[in-house]
């Protein structure tokens, strides 16, 4: 669990490097990619959700 904390802080602040040259350049990359992005995206938020679910079932029977 702290290697997934560790990879998303660092993804964290590669977000923040792309905000800023966003910024200072305009939008970067193709449609596509960023259609790619956002299937990386809700697949993240599904593991998660399905992690906490399975948690909490857990809790519940114990």
């Not at 993804?11 to 990386?40: A, N, S, Y």
Request: hydrophobic fraction near 35%; charged fraction near 45%.
């Amino acid at each position: 669990m702290k290697d997934l904390k560790n990879r998303l802080d660092l993804l964290e602040l590669d977000l923040k490097k792309l905000e800023k040259k966003i910024k200072e350049d305009g939008p970067c990359g193709t449609p596509e990619d960023w259609h790619h992005v956002l299937q990386r995206v809700r697949k993240i938020e599904e593991f998660a959700v399905s992690q906490l679910a399975v948690r909490k079932y857990l809790e519940e029977h114990k």
